[in-house]
């Protein structure tokens, strides 16, 4: 059994900057991708971004150039940089991450972190 677990979140002025950390535990496992979600009251989950176990990184536009992703693959964590933050990125944080057991792949979220960001 692999979990997820975030810590981080937070509440912040505007402009200020918050770092999120994503720990996965477990055994005999390996991750694939990693990824940070969020989702604000009304709106549907959305990706924020992305990371390979290569490293590469992709980013929705909307947090391009404010944040940054990073992983570290021998301690299965990964880290959300988060700087001049809006009030608009105000929701609460998943990490996700696609798991490796085996031949298999499963999909895998932690119980979410709130970031709130006032004006």
């Known amino acids: 059994q692999v979990q997820l677990?975030?810590?981080g979140g937070g509440l912040v002025q505007a402009?200020?900057?918050?770092?999120?950390?994503c720990a996965a535990?477990?055994?005999?496992?390996?991750?694939?991708?990693?990824?940070?979600?969020?989702?604000a009251p009304g709106k549907q989950r959305e990706q924020v971004a992305a990371v390979s176990s290569?490293?590469?990184?992709?980013y929705a536009d909307a947090v391009w150039g404010r944040f940054t992703i990073s992983r570290?693959?021998?301690?299965?964590?990964m880290w959300l940089e988060m700087n001049n933050l809006k009030p608009e990125d105000t929701a609460v944080y998943y990490c996700y991450a696609r798991v490796v057991i085996?031949?298999?792949?499963?999909?895998?979220w932690g119980q979410g972190?709130?970031?709130t960001v006032s004006s």
């Open 54 to 58: 290569g490293g590469a990184t992709n």
């Open 113 to 115: 972190t709130q970031v």
């Open 25 to 39: 535990s477990g055994s005999g496992f390996s991750i694939d991708t990693m990824a940070w979600y969020r989702q």
């Open 72 to 77: 570290d693959n021998a301690e299965n964590t």
């Open 5 to 7: 677990m975030e810590s």
């Open 102 to 108: 085996g031949t298999h792949k499963y999909q895998y």
């Open 15 to 21: 402009g200020g900057s918050l770092r999120l950390s």
